[in-house]
């Protein structure tokens, strides 16, 4: 059988074309898959309130809060956010607020 690539796997594509399990059995499918579609919650940045402490980096477990090259972080990077709240659970400034995604 001839199973899609990831960045063919879309809403229009039979499920006799996704793979069993839905698993990838390519590499470097990150940069492809906008898993970020799957927000419920959008954390936003109230950069007036931010310290810039960086407590909020190393918790995100997708990796969606970009240290830019002068040492601060960035915006969210919502490509690939799924809005888990785990930033906003531990910015002890309430500088992260999560927000109801719209569509």
Known sequence: MNYKKAAEINETISWRDITPGCNIYEGG???T?????WRTM???LHEDKCKQCLLCVPVCPDLSIPMEKD???GDFNYFFC???GICAAVCPFGAIEMIPEEK
């Open 29 to 31: 499918t990150s940069d």
């Open 33 to 37: 898959v906008a898993t970020g579609e």
């Open 42 to 44: 959008r954390p936003v």
């Open 71 to 73: 040492g601060k972080r």
């Open 82 to 84: 799924k809005g888990c």
